[in-house]
């Protein structure tokens, strides 16, 4: 998946990433303000999620429940001052879950991510739009 989107086509991207990835563990790059979080958000609402969607910045994580009473968990490690507290939040028992697990700023806890985890890159064009690529 290689694509550009704006946020009125954003429920169209999500659907199509939700339906590509082979792996629920998704890792997305990119600068401070470019989508990440909108994205989850839409990704979050495509799997049912019921509960309030806001960026875990300083508990880390958040844990949403579907409309199935399954779990999503949102991670996000802007603010993460080392592995070792990804560690001990227990980020290994998330992946071991099954459950999607969607994180923010992946590269602060590289050496503990899976390596079949789907990575996604966004970036933000000249004309505003965003452009989003799975690895």
């Known amino acids: 998946m290689n694509k550009n989107y704006s946020l009125e086509n954003l ?4 659907t199509e990433l939700i339906s590509s990835v082979e792996n629920k563990i998704l890792l997305f790059h990119g600068q401070m303000g470019v989508g990440k979080t909108t994205l989850i958000k ?3 609402k495509q799997l049912g999620v019921i509960d309030n ?3 875990p910045t300083f508990s880390l994580v958040n ?3 579907t409309s199935k009473n399954e779990s999503v968990f949102h991670f996000d490690f802007y603010r993460i001052e080392n592995e070792e507290e990804a560690l001990d939040m227990g ?3 998330y992946f071991d879950t099954n ?3 969607l994180v923010e700023w992946p590269e602060n806890i590289e050496n503990l991510l899976p390596l079949d985890a789907v990575q996604i890159h966004l970036a933000v064009l000249d004309n505003g739009q965003r ?4 690895k």
């Not at 429920?11 to 999500?14: G, I, K, N």
């Not at 452009?131 to 799975?134: E, F, G």
């Open 131 to 134: 452009n989003i690529q799975l």
């Open 99 to 101: 459950n999607w697990c």
């Open 63 to 65: 844990e949403y429940k």
């Open 42 to 44: 839409e990704i979050c």
């Open 11 to 14: 429920s169209e991207v999500a």
């Open 53 to 55: 969607i806001s960026s």
């Open 91 to 93: 980020i290994e028992e």
